[in-house]
């Protein structure tokens, strides 16, 4: 069955950076594009990144851009996001979750647990 | 950047009743339209996609409809298990930036 596993949270200090991984199995992860959605505690859903299936294409929400990167490694079968210049804004629960074929297609059909990530000092 | 709206905030009902929720598009979104069903300390859940169409496993009990602006989600009988929140998400066309609404809580009357 397809399954999304994200790790690589916790606790950060303001300014610090971080790496949060997803592995997928159970569906062909390079045929597909990824996302990351975030949720910081006891509000709603944010879109962070999206990415297209080989990596070529890659596009970020406006509170992110430029201090996050989100890649792939696809023999790896391993989503990637890596987070810098951490500010308290930026605590949340990271959820990796598929797309469709293309970038263009508006759904995310599987998700994983998440992975949290607090910045304090 | 599309913005949505949904409402209510939030919806008290009980079991077997009907509820009806909405979201509105700052813009047309044509049928780029999802919803999404997140019960506390678990991921979302896909229910609806473009529009009107259920996601797999969904119960029918769930439908969507509308188009451009103005969406609805439909659940015709509350079971227990309903009681959750529920998102709105869609996308601009180019660059495809993805956005959610703020949810609306359907809670035990």
């Known amino acids: 069955q397809v399954q999304l596993v994200e790790s690589g949270g916790g606790v950060v200090q303001p300014g610090g950076s971080l790496r949060l991984s997803c592995l997928v199995s159970?569906?062909?992860?390079?045929?597909?594009?990824m996302h990351w959605v975030r949720q910081a505690p006891g509000k709603g859903l944010e879109w962070v990144a999206v990415?297209?299936?080989?990596?070529?294409?890659?596009y970020y929400g406006d509170s992110v851009k430029g201090r996050f990167t989100i890649s792939r490694d696809n023999p790896k079968n391993t989503l990637y996001l890596h987070i810098n210049s951490l500010s308290a804004e930026d605590t949340a629960i990271y959820y990796c979750?598929?797309?469709?074929?293309?970038?263009?297609?508006?759904?995310?059909?599987?998700w994983g647990q998440g992975t949290l990530v607090t910045v304090s000092s | 950047e599309i913005v949505l709206t949904q409402s209510p905030a939030t919806l008290s009902l009980s079991p077997g009743e009907r509820a009806t929720l909405s979201c509105r598009a700052s813009q047309s979104v044509d049928s780029y339209l999802a919803w999404y069903q997140q019960k506390p300390g678990q991921a979302p859940r896909l229910l609806i996609y473009d529009t009107s169409n259920r996601a797999t496993d969904i119960p029918v009990r769930f439908s969507g409809s509308g188009s451009g602006t103005d969406f609805t989600l439909t659940i015709s009988s509350l079971e227990p298990e309903d009681f959750a929140v529920y998102y709105c998400?869609?996308?601009?066309?180019?660059?495809?930036?993805?956005?959610f609404g703020p949810g609306t809580k359907v809670d035990f009357k």
């Open positions: 979750a598929r797309g469709g074929i293309a970038v263009t297609v508006n759904l995310f059909d599987y």
């Open positions: 990415i297209s299936h080989d990596g070529s294409d890659k």
């Open positions: 998400q869609s996308r601009s066309t180019w660059p495809p930036l993805f956005t």
């Open positions: 159970g569906f062909s992860f390079s045929t597909y594009t």
